[in-house]
T-cell receptor, first 113, second 113 residues
Framework: DVKVTQSSRYLVKRTGEKVFLECVQDMDHENMFWYRQDPGLGLRLIYFSYDVKMKEKGDIPEGYSVSREKKERFSLILESASTNQTSMYLC????????????FGQGTRLTVV | AQSVTQLDSQVPVFEEAPVELRCNYSSSVSVYLFWYVQYPNQGLQLLLK??????LVKGINGFEAEFNKSQTSFHLRKPSVHISDTAEYFCAVSYFDNNDMRFGAGTRLTVKP
């Protein structure tokens, strides 16, 4: 079975901290994504990566950065966490080439206090 | 930029009644469309997808959707809903010339006894 694993289900961090959210997929997918989910706003794309060390900004990249040093791992970094980054973060992966469905992790609920 | 509009934020319906969840997308030559479901405290699960071919697509749990190019719509339907269909439903779109996937704001389906 396809598996996308996010390192934490729940995370509480303080304002100003540097926060790392980790995601690992075991399907050898080329594409990986980070979304933020907020009530009434759906899923908004933060960043996506179509290959190792390659990345593209999504709709809301401000305040975030990403790292993809290995094909199976995609990290989301909050350089200096703020309370307005309190949210559910979802990682996903998919095959490259012709767009196909994305497979999602369980999500990380981040609270910044 | 590509976009998806889900026309209803909440849809209440009685058990065994039919339901339609509406989705419109911004037009493009080649488009790929998806419906996902999210049960409480879980990640997203693919319901169905349209990549090409027949415009009527059948998915899991008795759901189906119809791709309508002239109306740029991809509405999700089920002829008779069950209590267990209570969840949030997301429409998503990908385009031929890029790898990312964009989501609508979601529709919360509540099935009442």
């Amino acid at each position: 079975d396809v598996k996308v694993t996010q390192s934490s289900r729940y995370l509480v961090k303080r304002t100003g901290e540097k926060v790392f959210l980790e995601c690992v997929q075991d399907m050898d997918h080329e594409n990986m994504f980070w979304y933020r989910q907020d009530p009434g706003l759906g899923l908004r794309l933060i960043y996506f990566s179509y290959d190792v060390k390659m990345k593209e900004k999504g709709d809301i990249p401000e305040g975030y950065s990403v790292s993809r040093e290995k094909k199976e791992r995609f990290s989301l970094i909050l350089e200096s966490a703020s309370t307005n980054q309190t949210s559910m973060y979802l990682c996903a992966s998919s095959w490259g080439g012709t767009p196909t469905e994305a497979f999602f992790g369980q999500g990380t609920r981040l609270t910044v206090v | 930029a590509q976009s998806v509009t889900q026309l209803d934020s909440q849809v209440p319906v009685f058990e065994e009644a039919p339901v339609e969840l509406r989705c419109n997308y911004s037009s493009s030559v080649s488009v790929y469309l998806f419906w996902y479901v999210q049960y409480p405290n879980q990640g997203l699960q693919l319901l169905l997808k349209y990549l090409s071919g027949s415009t009527l697509v059948k998915g899991i749990n008795g759901f189906e959707a119809e791709f309508n190019k002239s109306q740029t719509s991809f509405h999700l339907r089920k002829p008779s809903v069950h209590i267990s269909d209570t969840a949030e439903y997301f429409c998503a779109v990908s385009y031929f010339d890029n790898n990312d996937m964009r989501f609508g704001a979601g529709t919360r389906l509540t099935v009442k006894p």
